[in-house]
Structures are given as structure tokens and as C-alpha cells.
């Protein structure tokens, strides 16, 4: 999907110069500490100056046009695997850590802090011998605030990796000030809230299938902001 960000017709995309709230990055969480992701989350990154997913094809065997993104969320640290954007990496957070462990990595050497029960689970990962399990109840990770993280020119991506154990729509990643003002990426779409309720311009969408992992992707490119599913727009 493309939207527009803040109170424009979600059904254009045009005229994105910025999204921006301050704040920690907040994991596995809704702006207003509701709506807990319940499952496991790998690989997660923020590239910033670069939009990942660039390449637009038209397929006219789905009958609509739709863009397929390119491979570009294969992980930065795999044998064999080189990210052609690593220099523009500003936050990458991958476990490689024992089960249980709450010492999570972080490429750029950036703190990571663990809250309630979210920990390193080798039960399930995309990549690597660990994720991040989140039960949904007061599990989060979070990150200090960083101008790594602003949104206030230029191309940007965020992505991850998500597998859903229960629930819909839930939290993935926020970034928030005091209170309930942010923006958050969820299962089900893309929200600003502003004193805790969301404002015009929401991308929605179907909350994958639960019980696999789904890639997401949510970019600015150029005047365009795309949202991803497991490469779809």
C-alpha cells in the first residue's frame, strides 16, 4: 500500500516530506502500550537515506497492479549474504543469543533494554539461532531516542522479520514521546496517534496468517511512502 502522512486521503500517495515523532524506538509494542505483540521478531532494521524496495513491476495476471519488491531484506549477517545498504544501517537488532538471554546484540552499538518477559528464543528464527519472543503482556525492547532514527528528509526503511503466535493487529514497532503520541507500525497497518488516537491517514491492511514468518517494510521513497507484505505493496 502507499499513504500519505499526516491527514492526507490514504488511497494517494503525494506530498511526504516527513513523518516525525521523537522518543525512544520502541519493539513488540503500541504507542499506548496496548495491543502487545504476541510472537517472535527477527532481524529488524533501520537503513536510513536508502529505500530498500525501488523496483515497480506490473502483473497483469493478478487482474490489479501492484509493485514486487526486491530481495533486499536478506540479513546482514549470513554467511555468504552481503547487504549492498549496510553503511546506511542505523539500527539492526539480531539476538544470536542463548534462550532466555535478555543481552541483545545490536549492530551499530546501540543499547538494547529488555522490559517484562521478552527475551532471546532459540524455539523459532528466521535467521541465525535466535529471535525475540514477546508474550504480549508488558514485553517491549526499547532503544534511547537517536537522530538515527528521525524520519525528517531524505529515503528511508524500516523492516523485520515477524512471526504471529496469536492475536491481530498488535504492535511491531513504535516510536513515541510522553504520553501517546507516535506513530507505530503494526500486524494490521500502519497508525499516527496523537494523544492516543490515531489520525487521518492509517494505512490498513489483512493481518497475515499466524503460526509463519511474514516479512514487513514500511519506506519512504522520493514523495512515497510504501508499506510491504512478504514483498507485496
Not at 514486487?68 to 539476538?95: C, H, R, W
Not at 529488555?114 to 527475551?119: D, E, I, K, P
Not at 525492547?141 to 537522530?147: G, H, I, P, Q, R
Not at 496468517?209 to 510504501?226: D, F, L, P, S
Request: glycine share 14%; aromatic share 12%.
Amino acid at each position: 500500500g502507499e499513504i500519505s502522512l499526516p491527514g492526507l486521503n490514504p488511497d494517494y500517495a503525494y506530498g511526504v516530506t516527513t513523518v516525525q515523532f521523537g522518543g525512544p524506538v520502541w519493539i513488540g509494542l503500541n504507542v499506548n502500550s496496548t495491543n502487545g505483540f504476541v510472537g517472535y521478531i527477527d532481524e529488524l532494521r533501520i537503513t536510513k537515506g536508502v529505500a530498500r524496495y525501488t523496483v515497480p513491476e506490473y502483473d497483469q495476471l493478478e487482474g490489479d497492479p501492484y509493485y514486487k519488491a526486491m530481495p533486499a531484506y536478506l540479513p546482514m549477517n549470513s554467511s555468504g549474504v552481503t547487504d549492498a545498504f549496510s553503511e546506511y544501517v542505523t539500527l539492526q537488532i539480531k539476538p544470536n543469543a542463548a534462550h532466555g538471554s535478555t543481552s541483545i546484540s545490536e549492530s551499530t552499538g546501540k543499547t538494547v533494554t529488555c522490559t517484562g518477559n521478552a527475551a532471546a528464543s532459540t524455539l523459532k528464527s528466521k535467521w541465525g539461532n535466535s529471535s525475540i519472543y514477546f508474550d504480549g503482556s508488558g514485553d517491549s525492547l526499547s532503544v534511547a531516542s537517536s537522530s538515527d532514527f528521525d524520519m525528517t528528509s531524505g529515503d528511508w526503511t524500516w523492516d523485520m522479520w515477524f512471526y504471529i503466535e496469536s492475536g491481530s493487529g498488535n504492535g511491531l514497532v513504535c516510536r513515541r514521546t510522553g504520553g501517546a503520541n507516535g506513530w507505530v507500525l503494526t500486524t494490521g497497518g500502519i497508525r499516527g496517534v496523537i494523544n492516543g488516537a490515531g489520525f487521518e491517514g492509517q494505512l490498513p491492511w489483512a493481518s497475515p496468517t499466524a503460526n509463519e514468518w511474514h516479512h514487513i517494510a514500511w519506506q519512504k521513497r522520493g514523495m512515497v511512502m510504501e508499506a510491504f507484505i512478504d514483498g507485496k505493496l
